[in-house]
């Protein structure tokens, strides 16, 4: 069980806009150690989505955007896309297991 | 650019040591910007951190599994490597290397390599 938790999952209508909450504690997001997003398409390695709270790397669409709020973070997807169905996975640093850690990540399905 | 590629055994006997390397082309793990780490994904399951190392040998593990990992770095062969002692079943997992800035961003990752434990 992640310190980082994340709703199993979430769907949307293509087009829409879902959200995936990361929710944490005052050792980790509240603490104001970074919060890094990633993806993970169905048998390939993970690739960083979102860093730094809402910071996109060179080449991820601006469909994507992350968001921070006390002890929480949100990735957001809006017009959402067939090609978006994938894993996606929150994380940070605890400064109580003194350690990176993931949250168990969200299945994202598109409907 | 950067890019990362695991090697290794695809199967290891239990209590035995799983041995793991990363080689790194397009960049240099002696480049002063990055920390080079070690993630793990068992089948079917979330990501957990396992250690990284900085050129210099600086290291730091994952509390959890400290007392039988040890990552090192070749800087003469651009690679570094992951050990993981007493290995039993709950080690079968897709082991990633990646390489981690200040931040600890993972980015990029190797493909990653499926290490299944069975006799």
């Known amino acids: 069980q992640s310190v980082l938790t994340q709703p199993p999952s979430v769907s949307g209508a293509p087009g829409q806009r879902v959200t995936i909450s990361c929710t944490g504690s005052?050792?980790?997001?509240?603490?104001?150690?970074?919060v890094h997003w990633y993806q993970q398409l169905p048998g390939t390695a993970p690739k960083l989505l979102v860093y730094?709270?809402?910071n996109r790397p060179s080449g991820v669409p601006d469909r994507f955007s992350g968001s921070k709020s006390g002890t929480s973070a949100s990735l957001a997807i809006t017009g959402l896309q067939a090609e978006d169905e994938a894993d996606y996975y929150c994380?940070?640093?605890?400064?109580?297991?003194?350690?990176?850690?993931f949250g168990a990540g969200t299945k994202v399905s598109v409907l | 650019q950067v890019q990362l590629q695991e090697s290794g055994p695809g199967l290891v006997k239990p209590s035995e040591t799983l041995s793991l390397t990363c080689t790194v082309s397009?960049?240099?793990?002696?480049?002063?910007?990055?920390?080079w780490s070690w993630i793990r994904q068992p089948p079917g399951k979330g990501l957990e951190w396992i250690a990284y190392?900085?050129?210099?040998?600086?290291?730091d593990y994952n509390p959890s599994l400290k007392s039988r990992v040890t990552i090192s770095v070749d800087t003469s062969k651009n690679q570094f490597s992951l050990k993981l002692s007493s290995v039993t079943a709950a080690d079968t997992a897709v082991y990633y290397c990646?390489?981690?800035?200040?931040?600890?961003?993972?980015?990029?990752w190797g493909q990653g390599t499926l290490v299944t434990v069975s006799s």
């Open positions: 990646a390489r981690a800035d200040y931040s600890m961003r993972f980015d990029p």
């Open positions: 397009g960049g240099s793990v002696s480049s002063g910007s990055y920390y």
């Open positions: 190392i900085y050129y210099s040998g600086t290291t």
């Open positions: 005052s050792s980790n997001i509240g603490a104001n150690y970074d």
């Open positions: 730094g709270y809402s």
């Open positions: 994380q940070s640093f605890d400064s109580s297991l003194s350690g990176y850690v």
